[in-house]
């Protein structure tokens, strides 16, 4: 009886010990897979961060490129502002090209999946992480300085009290929708031909102000591409197909 229990016991034992080795490989086993899915799920982010940087590029170089065709346009309107006798008409039709507000949207798509899904931890290299933290910062306070911009240029042209004073009417989209018994209630002002005019002398400054404001919006943009080019380059050491 005593062998038969001894030899019970050790059966039992070898059977714990088996079942403790069995459920440590399952562990192994379910780590390797864990981090497995996790390297995977990383790269794929690493690739997906460096698409957005190199659309962000695209779009800043197509936006620099708007700017600096309004800049032309303004630097053009001066000279026909003050080209007398002119058409208010002609001269308002191009300054609407160059007030036009092409808004800067960066895509932004990847790295806000990977903060607000809470999976910023699954990135192990630390530098790219903070790098791209960092970037995330900058990115914000150029679109905050871009909108500044924005609504320095837009409230330069609220001061105008009258717009149909300004000659708003003259443009146009308002010209093929209002009917001639329509425009011929509206005021007549010839201020584009008048250099002492308070209209003329504001919109003159306007034109400077708009200069100033887009060479700016140039600067910021051409500083947020300078900013990118380090976290590009450690993206692209990761090798993404």
């Not at 019970?8 to 497995?36: H, M, P």
């Not at 208010?88 to 990847?110: C, H, M, W, Y």
């Amino acid at each position: 009886m005593e062998n038969k229990t001894g030899k019970y016991f050790k059966y039992a034992l070898g059977e714990i010990v088996l079942v403790v080795i069995g459920i440590l490989i399952a562990l192994q086993i379910n780590n390797w897979n864990e981090n497995r899915k996790n390297k995977i799920a990383e790269a794929d982010y690493y690739c997906r961060i460096l698409d957005d940087f190199e659309l962000n590029e695209k779009l800043i170089d197509e936006s620099s490129k708007l700017i600096r065709n309004k800049i032309k346009i303004c630097k053009e309107l001066i000279l026909d502002l003050n080209n007398i006798p002119n058409d208010r008409g002609e001269i308002l039709n191009k300054f609407v090209l160059a007030l036009r507000q092409d808004v800067f949207i960066p895509s932004t798509i990847a790295f806000e999946d990977i903060t607000s899904s809470g999976q910023l931890k699954l990135l192990t290299d630390l530098e790219l992480k903070n790098r791209l933290i960092q970037h995330s910062t900058f990115l914000n306070n150029i679109s905050n300085l871009l909108q500044e911009n924005r609504n320095v240029i837009i409230n330069g042209m609220d001061s105008f009290e009258l717009m149909t004073e300004f000659g708003y009417q003259d443009m146009d989209y308002l010209q093929r929708e209002l009917d001639k018994e329509h425009i011929d209630l509206l005021p007549k002002n010839n201020w584009t031909n008048e250099p002492n005019n308070p209209i003329f002398l504001k919109f003159q400054d306007n034109l400077v102000t708009l200069i100033g404001m887009l060479i700016r919006q140039e600067q910021h943009l051409s500083n947020l591409k300078k900013e990118m080019q380090e976290p590009i380059r450690l993206l692209k050491e990761k090798e993404c197909k």
